[in-house]
DNA sequence: TTGACCTTGTTTCATGTGAAACTAAGTTTC
DNA sequence: GAAACTTAGTTTCACATGAAACAAGGTCAA
């Protein structure tokens, strides 16, 4: 099924810049993170989309709320790694839902506060429950070293991508 | 700056379903690969959008047209995992850039033949030539064997979201 | 050969996204 | 103390996405 007619790129010639470089999807490293990443995140979020009613955006911006009240939007957007647009659009939703509480800094009225509300408290507690069961079924095959391994590659890379981002 | 007033869980009562479970983003698998994804993406694309005007749908169409012609739009989709609605638009893009043309296939007339033109080739060779060079990059600190241990890991994530997907 | 069904690919529609413009509040400078 | 600048968050706009409806060709059975 593989090798319909393409270009076993010769063996001898090589005219110009010809180089047919040998760029198969399967073995490239942004497509494979694209293509598992997708799967991953839609898988997930299909089960708390239809049990709870909160999307991606918004169960992100629960995630760190449940751990850390009182932040702000912008405190919000660094640590899920949203822009503030997302993070305004995803309280948006919360606060019309009931699951987050708001309320301006005394201090600098140009901030708001945001906490999670009695209900959301309760929502974030399932909803993660429900994600890290997910990602123990994800890693269930990943033993303790393999789990290290694999966190720390990411890691690397995370750091290396965000280093390329910055020097051009 | 960590733990503005989180919930340090308390230690020894715990009420009713408040288990309170310990997710932290950073440490939690499907939001690391959503970042790192996304980061490499965006930074990779950039650079093939500005230069060559075509996106991240075109680029993977072109990718599989370069190595294998006279595919179909459904197996172009198969071999990029994008679904038929975003390869058709790819296509009709390419086709109106020109790096693409399509012929009926004589046999079924539903099917359309799509290869690369001419300027689609070469525009193909360049864009595999940058994204190989970006992944050189972005592994750059990484030797052999721990490359093969990063693809092993994303393989078996893969097929492990596959089978989760498929059984409920 | 005609009618029911299936398959390929496109279009529609409702939604999500981010860059840039914007509003409101705070700070600085003279 | 008021113009100039900065910062927090929202809104606008233009575009990407995918599920579902659709059109057109193909297959199958009676």
Known sequence: MK?????PAA???CRESETAPDLELE?????RL???TNRVSRLMAREYESRYGIGVSEWRAMAVLGREAAL???????RTSMDKVRV???VAALLHKGFVERRRDPVDQRVARLSLTARGEEVYRRVAALALAFEARLLAGFHAEER???FGFLERLDRRVLELGAEP
């Not at 090798?3 to 270009?7: A, L, R, T, V």
């Open 3 to 7: 090798q319909g007619q393409g270009k």
């Open 11 to 13: 063996d001898g010639e």
């Open 27 to 31: 073995r490239f490293l942004p497509y």
């Open 34 to 36: 694209s293509v598992l």
């Open 72 to 78: 702000s939007a912008g405190e919000v957007a660094e």
């Open 88 to 90: 305004s659009r995803a």
């Open 148 to 150: 290290r391994r694999l």
